[in-house]
């Protein structure tokens, strides 16, 4: 099936795809918390590259996700109330401890124990051996800290010129520029983002996320051949990887207009990227698709 109308209903929604949509009960407009923790024991040093992820227990999806400050803190602007699992991985999704927490009005903030520290051996092709490899100076990650305290909360253009300054200070840092990228997406400067990723993805080229991230950042650009290049090294080294999976539908609707052929790409993204399923819901609203949820 080909369509003309919808189109432009995937690629539209490329703007949001460095963050997470916000979660909507369908019941009225939900109350938000901010929600705030901190990592302790696990061995390091340095708690620089982590990253805690939240999923809504209610349908599974993945809420957003906020990079761990070397102190071990985190926090999250505004969730939702309600139960989420809460994920402590690396930057390349490799699991360190699960939890489960509740957001509201009374929260306090979330201490995780972590276990002994399981980056001391990382598996090949990982963030952690790159980051071992390449440690960064105490102003560099002085930058970094800052530089992620700001994207936050959401400020997102003094955001951008801390994370320059550890970029320029540190140029083979994947962290500050794949932090930088996501600070110019916010602020609607894609070339700069497009530019950033690229840099990450030179140096960690075993990254889905990057690889994805730069799609993204290149389908906004309308540069599509380069844009599915990438969301497809993506899923070769992560077949999971919803945001690429998001990234090919949008490119096979934009280019061939094919439902069937962007369905199962915009399906195997739903759970993780609420666009995609808002793109499903408009979508099947309109047209009479198989495998329409």
């Not at 690396?90 to 201490?111: H, I, Q």
């Not at 530089?147 to 500050?176: I, K, S, T």
Request: hydrophobic share 35%.
């Amino acid at each position: 099936m080909r369509v003309t109308g919808y189109v432009c209903l995937v690629v539209c929604l490329f703007t949001g795809v460095h963050g997470y949509g916000q979660y909507n009960s369908g019941s009225g407009r939900p109350t938000y918390t901010e929600f705030r923790g901190r990592l302790l024991e696990g061995g390091f040093t340095s708690y620089e590259g982590l990253v805690v992820e939240v999923t809504n227990m209610r349908d599974r999806s993945i809420r957003d996700h906020a990079y761990v400050l070397a102190d071990g803190s985190f926090g999250f602007r505004s969730l939702p109330d309600g139960d989420y699992q809460v994920r402590v991985t690396t930057m390349y999704d490799n699991e360190l401890m699960s939890t489960l927490a509740s957001v509201g009005p009374a929260s306090s903030p979330l201490e995780i124990r972590l276990r002994e520290n399981k980056l001391q051996k990382p598996p090949a092709g990982s963030v952690s051996l790159y980051q071992l490899n390449h440690p960064v100076s105490k102003q560099v990650r002085k930058l970094l800290d800052r530089g992620q305290r700001l994207l936050h909360e959401e400020r997102y253009d003094v955001a951008a010129e801390r994370l320059r300054e550890a970029a320029n200070d540190a140029p083979d840092c994947v962290q500050a520029h794949a932090s930088l990228g996501m600070a110019l997406s916010h602020m609607g400067q894609w070339d700069g983002a497009s530019q950033e990723y690229r840099a990450a993805v030179a140096l960690d080229p075993k990254n889905s996320v990057l690889h994805s991230n730069l799609g993204a950042a290149l389908s906004v650009l309308s540069r599509f051949d380069e844009a599915e290049q990438e969301a497809k090294t993506a899923l070769k080294l992560d077949p999971r990887n919803p945001r690429a999976h998001f990234v090919i539908a949008g490119v096979v609707l934009h280019r061939r207009g094919s439902l069937e052929e962007a369905m199962p790409h915009l399906l195997a993204a739903q759970d993780a990227v609420p666009s995609a399923r808002t793109a499903i819901q408009k979508i099947c609203a309109a047209n009479r698709v198989e495998g329409c949820p």
